[in-house]
């Protein structure tokens, strides 16, 4: 798993200037949607759900700073059982 993020930091670091404006997207169950809110409380989401009502998407915008708070996020929400990231 470190390997692959390792991988994803340094394609983050090649592909974008520090700060710059990152879109992140996850597919969270419905029954998870409060934990997922809890654990970025700064943070301001768009959300949809899905036809059938059992999953929320969120997007969320923010200025980050280097490849490794962006990965930070994701290793974050990955706690979340059921969670997908896009």
Known sequence: MEESFDA???KLDNEHNWPTTYMFKFVVPVLKESEFRALFPAFTFETKHSKTGKYISFTMKREM???????????????????IAL
Not at 65 to 82: F, M, N
Request: no cysteine; net charge negative.
């Open 8 to 10: 994803f930091k340094e």
């Open 65 to 83: 700073h280097s490849s490794d708070e962006i990965v930070d996020i994701y290793l974050r929400a990955k706690e979340i059982d059921g969670l």
